[in-house]
């Protein structure tokens, strides 16, 4: 390559590397931007191609949201507990209000071949989902615990997805800035008890007894 230019947004060269030869078909240049450099759209240019790339400020959010509820039930299992958190990046709590959302889908959401419901004669996709939807100030700590009683879902129901997804979000107060926390997964178990066999020889001697547990 005869020149390779660095340009910044204003079309000003930052750097050039003249008669760049590959290695094996491949060019590694590098450059170091300065520790404030000018936001927007470089480019690299060579006599054949042009590549562009964007320099953004990054800003660290104000403040994060988590969520805490059982990776697991049981179809015996009558509630479950929510917790909404929220914390500035210095650590404060954060008020406002949290709101969260636990679905569960129905199998005929995705393959409709259940009994139609809708005029068209076919069920629309979603409709016989189970939702609950929860909103509520938090507490002085930041935090929102909330027990979501399960009969509102279809646990034992074999027409319905073995999980629970749980979304939420909170809003901070005053300014109505909002921040979702990471979704969570909660499966649904109808294994109730396991049985196993523990401190059990594997092998049987002919005259001796045969213990285990």
Not at 174 to 191: E, F, L, M, P
Request: aromatic residues 10%; charged residues 20%; contains cysteine.
């Amino acid at each position: 390559y005869p020149l390779i230019e660095l340009q910044d947004p204003q079309r000003n060269r930052l750097a050039q590397w003249k008669d760049v030869v590959p290695n094996s078909g491949i060019v590694d240049l590098s450059f170091q931007l300065s520790p404030e450099p000018a936001l927007g759209t470089y480019n690299i240019k060579t006599d054949l191609i042009n590549h562009v790339f964007t320099v953004e400020e990054y800003v660290l959010p104000k403040f994060e949201v988590s969520l805490q509820a059982p990776p697991s039930i049981t179809v015996l299992d009558s509630n479950m507990t929510v917790t909404t958190c929220a914390r500035y990046t210095f650590g404060q709590p954060v008020p406002g209000t949290v709101t969260f959302k636990i679905c569960q889908k129905c199998w005929g959401s995705y393959w409709r071949r259940w009994v139609p419901s809708s005029q068209d004669g076919e069920n629309k996709e979603g409709e016989n989902d189970v939702c609950h939807l929860h909103t509520a100030k938090n507490d002085h700590s930041g935090c929102l615990k909330s027990t979501v009683d399960l009969s509102k879902f279809q646990i034992r129901n074999s027409n319905y997805d073995r999980k629970l997804v749980v979304e939420a979000f909170l809003e901070e107060e005053g300014t109505g800035i909002t921040i979702n926390a990471t979704s969570h997964q909660c499966d649904v178990s109808s294994q109730l008890t396991k049985i196993s066999f523990k401190d059990s020889k594997s092998y049987f001697q002919p005259g001796a007894p045969y213990r285990g547990k």
